[in-house]
T-cell receptor
Framework: EPEVTQTPSHQVTQMGQEVILRCVPI?????FYWYRQILGQKVEFLVS????????KSEIFDDQFSVERPDGSNFTLKIRSTKLEDSAMYFC???????????FGPGTRLTVT | GDSVTQMEGPVTLSEEAFLTINCTYT??????LFWYVQYPGEGLQLLLK?????DKGSNKGFEATYRKETTSFHLEKGSVQVSDSAVYFC????????????FGRGTQLTVWP
């Protein structure tokens, strides 16, 4: 069964460093998303991406964040200058229909020290 | 704005016990409602969904009914198994916003043999 994959599973970085989280969505899907979950809190929407551009972003997704689909398979989230409060589990998701039925990856745990 | 409030865990049950995990939502109009499940080391998987009032979503013995009068979408299972041990997330979505989901905090369920 097709699945969404994410790498790395765990990333440790120092405050102020740039990180890139990688995702490979399901191959025929057209809608892509990033969410995050800070420990003990809700899963929060960050950004959605369709037709090679951002379709919606939350207030969390400020200028420090960017997304890219550099080729036909990868979907990346970049954080330019990490802060301690960026420590969270980051989930990538994709959808073939954009109607809410989303397929999630296993997540990348980002720890900022 | 749209939001989901979910029963806090953890929930611990014996095998064959009855399960209820409460979920209520705040939204205007007619959102779609979802339950996602996350097994250890895996991504969130769609468990069931309902797209309009009084719809009942069901899958793998789990059920949830979309109740607009009480703004609820409680998850139930008549007889849980050890293999149901996971984290369960209630979520709300709107197709018009290209599938952005609003999640609850998740409820950890542990089932003992």
């Amino acid at each position: 069964e097709p699945e969404v994959t994410q790498t790395p599973s765990h990333q440790v970085t120092q405050m102020g460093q740039e990180v890139i989280l990688r995702c490979v969505p399901i191959s025929n899907h057209l809608y892509f998303y990033w969410y995050r979950q800070i420990l003990g809190q809700k899963v929060e929407f960050l950004v959605s991406f369709y037709n090679n551009e951002i379709s919606e972003k939350s207030e969390i997704f400020d200028d420090q964040f960017s997304v890219e689909r550099p080729d036909g398979s990868n979907f990346t989230l970049k954080i330019r200058s990490t802060k301690l409060e960026d420590s969270a589990m980051y989930f990538c998701a994709s959808s073939g229909t954009g109607d809410g039925e989303q397929y999630f990856g296993p997540g990348t745990r980002l720890t900022v020290t | 704005g749209d939001s989901v409030t979910q029963m806090e865990g953890p929930v611990t049950l014996s095998e064959e016990a009855f399960l209820t995990i409460n979920c209520t939502y705040t939204a205007t109009g007619y959102p779609s409602l979802f339950w996602y499940v996350q097994y250890p080391g895996e991504g969130l998987q769609l468990l069931l969904k309902a797209t309009k009032a009084d719809d009942k979503g069901s899958n793998k013995g789990f059920e949830a009914t979309y109740r607009k009068e009480t703004t609820s979408f409680h998850l139930e299972k008549g007889s849980v198994q050890v293999s149901d041990s996971a984290v369960y997330f209630c979520a709300l979505g709107r197709g018009s916003t290209l599938g952005r989901l609003y999640f609850g905090r998740g409820t950890q369920l542990t089932v003992w043999p």
